[in-house]
């Protein structure tokens, strides 16, 4: 069973119409999924998410910076007010819905060793103290330590065009969870981490995994990064459960990331890390949204993300209540299926393969002095 976590209420998570965040983005991925009729199955069902008790934000975040939320006003000391993080009306309930999505859904999956979707999910930059890069609860984290009391071996793995910063942080020391991150090089956005140096410390060293992109990485380059690196971590730390954040900010389109993926080198990695989790932790997956700023690409990707999970494919052809209802929100054409991916010119592509290969090369060279990987 695929358990799907959205709630219209998830459209109260708003920054503000100038910010890059629309919420809408999960009215309209969840509309299509409903439209497409893969919610009419047996094996699919929508839950409604609640909110995160304290008690479950205290797993991760202090006390004080969970106040400091809860005041709705600026203070700079805890991230709040600054321009990624604004202060807006009923900011804490909406926080604690997105985490309780995530949160139970990883109780349901230790209930019923089953596997969820919180499209809702994946806001990977929030730390103990500190609201960041869009994220108020780290609903990843809270996850993971819901996960943590029954299993003992956790692989994270997390597609965002952005460096999983916040859950490398919170789980840095941390041999049970293993974090993989694949996203475009700290050299060039935000947050400015996630090289390959960052192998985590003590007990933790060699359970992060970092995978720099290079500017402009194209699907050839995603699915070489994926292929020589990601099966063989699998491999090695043979995961009782998979959590993976599905950002989609990797996309040609996004405004806020200089990568040119495809929805089918999208696709492809979604399938690959269905197929792993099914290969070594029996298909146990809980999926999770993240970024994505494209409007006409969310909804397509989190849908190939869903359907994947229940083992089908997305037609190529749009239900068309729901391409008129994308252009009345929208005000343009959705995007159609497959689409055409952006020519890089060869001195592009040079650049692209040379610094890939120095981070391929790096990358193996430190597994197999910390942890005899490759």
């Known amino acids: 069973m695929i358990y799907l976590y959205y709630t219209d209420r998830f459209l109260g998570y708003n920054f503000g119409p100038e910010h890059p965040l629309n919420p809408v983005r999960l009215r309209l991925a969840y509309t299509l999924i409903e439209d497409f009729g893969f919610l009419d199955c047996d094996d699919a069902k929508r839950v409604e998410p609640r909110p995160a008790s304290e008690e479950d934000l205290l797993l991760i975040h202090t006390r004080e910076y969970i106040d400091a939320v809860k005041t709705e006003e600026p203070d700079l000391a805890f991230g709040l007010g600054i321009d990624d993080n604004p202060v807006f009306k009923g900011m804490y309930s909406a926080a604690r819905l997105l985490a309780g999505g995530s949160i139970d859904a990883a109780k349901l999956m230790i209930e019923q060793d089953c596997s969820a979707f919180n499209i809702g999910g994946g806001l990977h930059h929030a730390m103990p103290t500190q609201a960041s890069g869009f994220c108020i609860f780290n609903d990843i984290a809270l996850a993971i330590c819901i996960l943590k009391r029954k299993f003992k071996r956790i692989l994270y793995i997390d597609i965002d065009g952005h460096h999983g910063d916040g859950v490398q942080n919170i789980f840095y020391t941390d041999p049970r969870v293993l974090k993989i ?64 954040q599905f950002g989609v900010d990797t996309h040609y389109s996004d405004p806020l990331t200089s990568l040119n993926l495809t929805l089918d080198g999208y696709g492809y990695l979604v399938h690959r890390i269905k197929d792993l989790t099914d290969k070594y932790a029996s298909g146990r997956l809980l999926a999770l949204g993240g970024g994505g700023y494209s409007m006409m690409v969310v909804p397509l990707a989190w849908t190939i993300v869903f359907q994947t999970m229940r083992g089908g494919r997305v037609p190529e052809f749009l239900p068309p209540c729901w391409s008129e209802m994308f252009t009345n929100f929208v005000g343009q054409e959705p995007l159609s299926l497959p689409d055409v991916p952006i020519k890089v010119g060869e001195e592009t592509q040079k650049r692209i393969s040379a610094e890939l290969n120095e981070t391929l090369l790096g990358l193996k060279k430190l597994l197999s002095e910390i942890n005899g990987i490759f």
């Open 181 to 244: 991150s694949m996203h475009e090089s700290g050299r060039y956005i935000f947050p400015g981490t996630g090289f390959i140096d960052e192998v985590g410390e003590h007990d933790g060293r060699g359970y992060s995994v970092n995978i720099p992109m290079p500017m402009y990485a194209t699907d050839e380059a995603y699915r070489r990064a994926f292929e020589e690196i990601i099966p063989m971590l699998f491999e090695w730390f043979k995961p009782e459960v998979v959590v993976a």
